[in-house]
């Protein structure tokens, strides 16, 4: 019963900054863990950022560390990834993702999917 609705993509230059939101609706947002994905043409889904709603716990994949920060807004349902110093490498669409138990982890195995945002790093 959560649904999850991505924006803030689009076009940027290698080196700019964008920030992504996730809205989410559902009665157990406050205590879901939560997450980001993302996926170039031709290669697998992966792992971007993820925070766990109980512990406040967060997991970055190490090609984001230090570049990407993940956060929420709880008062506003939402969920944000905060993109600097883009990278060519980088472009792909990204897909905020949700895990269906309460007081879950980054690390457990999501549930829910939003629909997707591109995000294009030109150079």
């Known amino acids: 019963q959560v649904q999850l609705v991505e924006s803030g993509g689009g076009l940027v230059q290698a080196g700019g900054s964008l920030r992504l939101s996730c809205a989410a609706s559902g009665r157990t947002f406050s205590r879901n863990a939560m997450g980001w994905f993302r996926q170039a043409p031709g290669k697998e889904r992966e792992f971007v950022a993820g925070?766990?709603?109980?512990?406040?716990?967060?997991g970055y994949s190490d090609s984001v560390k230090g570049r990407f920060t993940i956060f929420r807004d709880t008062v506003k349902n939402t969920l944000y990834l905060q993109m600097t110093s883009l990278k060519l490498e980088d472009t792909a669409v990204y897909y905020c993702?949700?895990?269906?138990?309460?007081?879950?982890?980054?690390?457990?195995?999501?549930?829910?999917w939003g629909q997707g945002t591109q995000v294009t790093v030109s150079s």
């Open positions: 993702a949700a895990v269906a138990g309460a007081d879950s982890n980054w690390y457990d195995t999501y549930d829910y």
């Open positions: 925070i766990s709603w109980s512990g406040g716990s967060t």
